[in-house]
């Protein structure tokens, strides 16, 4: 079966940096839609970026856009968010997300559309 792990999470002080990866298995990373997640408690998931697999651009959604930047490492299967500048605010749960069938349509595709799923990774911005 396809698999996704995530990894890179910890804790960081305010305008502090992680990165964060996500690997793909079965297929190369070129096969897939990658998205990236993050819920935090009570709150619902809300979309981070979406990187496409028809042109590889990656749409982010208005809170992160300027801060956090993908790249990928194809001969890993490996997609990286960059996160830069971190706020307290962005403290969740970041889930990676792959889809080999849909795009991101120039935006933040939402979570129903993808079926794998990793296990995400805590990510807190704390002082």
């Known amino acids: 079966q396809e698999q996704v792990v995530e990894s890179g999470g910890g804790l960081v002080q305010p305008g502090g940096s992680l990165r964060l990866s996500c690997a793909v298995s079965?297929?190369?990373?070129?096969?897939?839609?990658i998205g990236w997640f993050r819920q935090a408690p009570g709150k619902e998931r809300e979309g981070v970026s979406c990187t496409s697999r028809s042109d590889g651009n990656t749409y982010y959604s208005d809170s992160v856009k300027g801060r956090f930047t993908t790249s990928r490492d194809d001969a890993r299967n490996t997609l990286y968010l960059q996160m830069d500048g971190l706020k307290p605010e962005d403290t969740a749960v970041y889930y990676c997300?792959?889809?080999?069938?849909?795009?991101?349509?120039?935006?933040?595709?939402?979570?129903?559309?993808?079926?794998?799923w990793g296990q995400g990774t805590q990510v807190t911005v704390s002082s």
């Open positions: 997300a792959a889809d080999p069938l849909i795009g991101c349509s120039r935006t933040v595709a939402a979570a129903k559309w993808f079926d794998v």
């Open positions: 079965k297929r190369n990373l070129d096969a897939y839609t």
